[in-house]
Each structure stands twice: as C-alpha cells, then as structure tokens.
C-alpha cells in the first residue's frame, strides 16, 4: 500500500514536499516513482528513483526545481518541489515496482500505485 500526502495549493515559485509511505512489502526492494496527471492529459512520470536510491531520473519538465529522495528506514519516498509553476498542478501519484537496480521513465513500467495527492499552483 502507498499513501501520499503533502499535496495542496501554493503560489506560483513556491514550494511543497509529497511524502509516500508504503507498507506491506520491502521497501527497500523497490525502484520508485513519482508521476503526475493534470485534467485531460496522459500520466506522466517525472521523477524516478532506484531501490538503493542511487540512481534517479527527472522528466525535462521539472529537471532542476524536483529532486526525489527516499528513506528506507522509513519506507518513505519524497518528491521536493521548487520554483513551482502553473502547469505543475495535477494530481500527484507514487508508484513501485519490485526491481532493485533500475527505474523507468514510463508510467507503465510501474505496476503500484498511491491514491494521488492533488497540487494547485495559483499564477
């Protein structure tokens, strides 16, 4: 299970910090995710991280103001958000999948999935 929080409505430059807490499984077995969908548009991943927390992806879209990051001991995975524009606002899922040593950067590739947190960014 995967439970988001940390979502809400900020201005335009502002900041947030999504936290997802999973529980059930080994977390620390798990490559992560944070993907986004706005209203009538396809989800999209824009964060990535491995299990070990090694390696990490970001989508053009948020590279530079995102960074994801992870806490084992916690079975916590945290997307910062910086310098947040408009058309950041979406719902905000988090997703696993059960592989230790790689990331994908399609929404598809991940096979759980978080209830979503929404973020609203005022222009």
């Known amino acids: 299970q995967l439970v988001e929080s940390g979502g809400g409505l900020v201005q335009a430059g502002g900041s947030l910090r999504l936290s997802c807490e999973a529980s059930?499984?080994?977390?620390?077995?798990?490559?992560m995710g944070w993907a986004r969908q706005a209203p009538g548009k396809e989800r999209e991943l824009v964060a990535a991280i491995t299990a070990n927390g090694g390696s990490t992806y970001y989508a053009d879209s948020v590279k530079g103001r995102f960074t994801i990051s992870r806490d084992n001991a916690k079975n916590t995975v945290y997307l910062h958000m910086n310098s947040l524009k408009p058309e950041d606002t979406a719902v905000y899922y988090c997703?696993?999948?059960?592989?230790?040593?790689?990331?994908?950067?399609?929404?598809?590739?991940?096979?759980?999935w978080g209830q979503g947190t929404q973020v609203t960014v005022s222009s």
């Open positions: 997703a696993a999948k059960s592989v230790r040593y790689a990331w994908s950067d399609s929404a598809r590739w991940y096979d759980y």
């Open positions: 059930g499984r080994t977390f620390s077995n798990y490559a």
